[in-house]
């Protein structure tokens, strides 16, 4: 952030030239000065550069209200708070005013009367762009005065009449002047609310308890639902619908890698957790929003993945610091074990069929070995394990689990001779560390008892190969 300009007075701000633009003109020009420049307008987002960002940016060149729609976890609300870095950093506002006017344009009875009053030396104060984004998560309980306004009874105990405009406090939306209002999950917002927007949204003024108050407010209006909800069969009335210029349809990631840039991140990890383990969960995640046995109309939010990817990096670090060395956050790097510790707290977050249920962790059991299987042909194609197999074939076992060490696991891996297989295979996936030798080959074994080759028991936090 850099420091607010000086300009304290509505004088000096005529005499430096300043321009005053709408709120949509100023959005349209940054962004287009971003794209021209060849800056990342959104950045952090990942997925959409194809499909959402252009259809968002063509609704904002085009200065359009909008509404995202999408199942959950899909990043409606960070796409939107990232329209708020399109605004200039710095706008000059009337200080001390309710609604942040620009000085050159107030719009209310107390601004005007100040600015008829004090002229040049009226007082302006800058507002950075972090304050003109407000964000309102639409519950059955919001009212008309949340979002509109009412009339405050203090004022009117002061002395003031009821027809006075001085008289109203103001809501959300009125105070969003000159900025971006989000409402999250809209539909939920009850019906008369809803019809309280619509003046708001297409003729720009407010309606309070009988009296119309005509505020020219710029306001961009964006909103997130869920497209069951925004039907006329769901929870959202139609003329609503009708003053969106732009219904903009989000997804889930289309794409592996930015499944994966999404978990890394967004996934606070107190432990290490290799890229082949977040690749896993990447493709979990997606096997669980192509499953018939998950009711895909809640979705299979990026949360979960998440979560997931947090949940194994606390299992390393647990088991660092239970079983490992003094420095337990040296010696923290997630392994396949690591896995399942995330299946066991996750299944509460997927919604499953009708049909499915007892079944839960059997399916969550299964995709899981899948996704890891197809991580393990990806990345080790061409090895030849023949080596590893024909030692645990002859009475080796390699015992792993929550409670066993990257270097207790190494230390008990077969002797091969002369073979550089477990260099190779920590080679294959950039390994260096001793956990993360740990973690690759652990990914290895586990691989060659999916395709059957070798046999696997667990008994309680211990795992065997043999």
């Known amino acids: 952030m850099t420091e607010a300009p000086t300009i304290s007075t509505l004088g000096e701000l005529r005499a430096s030239g300043h321009e005053q633009k709408p709120l949509r003109a100023e959005l349209r020009d940054n962004l287009l000065a971003k794209l021209r420049a060849g800056e990342n307008p959104w950045p952090g987002l990942h997925g959409f550069e194809s499909s959402v960002i252009p259809q968002l940016e063509r609704a904002l060149i085009a200065g359009h209200d909008i509404v995202l729609l999408g199942e959950r976890g899909q990043g409606k609300t960070r796409l939107l708070r990232t329209i708020g870095g399109l605004l200039d950093e710095w706008t000059p506002v009337i200080a001390g005013s309710e609604l942040a006017e620009h000085p050159f344009d ?35 309980d919001t009212s008309v005065a949340d979002l509109i306004g009412d009339v405050d009874p203090m004022k009117v105990a002061e002395g003031r009449s009821l027809g006075d405009p001085e008289t109203i406090h103001f809501g959300l939306i009125p105070r969003s002047h000159r900025g971006i209002v989000a409402i999250n999950e809209l539909p939920d917002l009850a019906e008369r609310i809803q019809v309280s927007m619509l003046n708001v949204m297409e003729e720009r003024d407010i309606q309070i308890r009988g009296y119309v108050l005509r505020l020219p407010l710029d306001v961009l209006v964006v909103a997130s639902a869920n497209p069951e909800d925004y039907t006329n069969r769901g929870r959202i009335i139609t003329p609503l619908k009708d003053r969106f210029g732009a219904e903009i349809h989000t997804h889930y990631p289309q794409r592996l890698d930015a499944e994966t840039a999404v978990i890394r991140q967004e996934a606070e990890l107190v432990a290490a957790v290799p890229d082949h383990l977040i690749e896993i969960l990447a493709r979990f995640t997606r096997a669980l929003r192509e499953s018939t046995s998950v009711d895909q109309r809640s ?168």
Do not use: C, N
Not at 113 to 135: F, I, K, M, Q, T
């Open 106 to 140: 107030p719009i209310t009875h107390e601004s005007r009367r100040r600015a008829a009053e004090l002229g040049d030396s009226l007082p302006v104060a800058w507002r950075h762009r972090s304050e003109r984004y407000v964000e309102k998560l639409a519950t059955p």
């Open 299 to 466: 979705g299979v939010s990026a949360r979960f993945a998440i979560a997931g990817a947090e949940t194994i990096a606390a299992s390393a670090l647990h088991r660092a610091a239970a079983h490992g060395r003094a420095d337990a956050s040296a010696d923290a790097t997630a392994r396949v074990v690591d896995l399942q510790t995330a299946v066991d707290v996750l299944g509460g977050k997927i919604e499953f069929e009708t049909g499915e249920e007892g079944r839960e962790s059997e399916v969550l059991t299964h995709l899981l070995r899948t996704a890891t299987a197809d991580t393990v042909r990806e990345h080790f194609r061409g090895i030849d394990f023949g080596p590893l197999v024909d030692a645990i074939e002859s009475g080796a076992m390699v015992v792993t689990g929550e409670a066993v060490t990257a270097r207790e696991f190494l230390a008990g891996l077969p002797r091969l001779g002369e073979s550089e297989l477990y260099d190779e295979t920590a080679a294959r996936l950039g390994a260096s560390t001793e956990g993360e030798r740990a973690a690759a080959i652990e990914l290895a074994l586990e691989g060659l008892y999916l395709a059957r080759k070798i046999g696997k028991d667990t008994d309680g936090s211990e795992t065997v190969y043999g």
